[in-house]
């Protein structure tokens, strides 16, 4: 098992991988037309972290990083139905706080929660109250009936992956 962050760089490999994670957002959010998902995996201003399993994409997670404010939004999360609930989401996400804080330097992260992932959110270290300024964050992240918005700040420190 390994993780891997990659934008649409050209490489083989990667958009192998772009492209089976978007087939997996395209199953696991049937509320999101799947032309958007498509646009924003493959837009360069996004990552993905994804979870490879023997060579295949099984999960992951597209954001997309507002360097300047320090703040990423995350647009899309899903591991694929036959391997959820074994705890790849929780480490996806301690990947993608490591990257983001060490690579990317950001400290917090939002986005606009499923309903029926509310309780997944809570566990990975989101809340419903956002602490972070308002004008740090309005304007870059795009408003969205479908969801409830949340925030999670990376701790400065803390080693999130072995
Ligand atoms: N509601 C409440 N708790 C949940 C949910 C959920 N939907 N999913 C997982 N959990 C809990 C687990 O029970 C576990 O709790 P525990 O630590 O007490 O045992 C914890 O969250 C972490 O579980 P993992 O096994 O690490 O999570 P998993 O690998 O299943 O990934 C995910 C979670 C990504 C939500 C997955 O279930 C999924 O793909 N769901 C369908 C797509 C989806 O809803 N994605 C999020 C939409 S919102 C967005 O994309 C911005």
Known sequence: LKFVCYSNDGVDEH????????????????NMPKEYIVRLVMDRSHKSVMVIRRNHVVGGITYRPYVSQKFGEI????????????????RLMNHLKQHARDVDGLTHFLTYADNNAVGYFIKQGFTKEIHLEK????????????GILMECKIDPKLPYID
């Open 15 to 30: 958009m192998v991988w772009l492209i089976g994670l978007k087939n997996i957002f395209a199953r696991q959010l049937p």
């Open 75 to 90: 647009a899309f999360c899903a591991i694929t139905a036959d391997e959820q609930v074994k705890g790849y989401g929780t």
């Open 135 to 146: 004008d740090r964050w309005q304007g870059y992240i795009k408003d969205y009936d479908g």
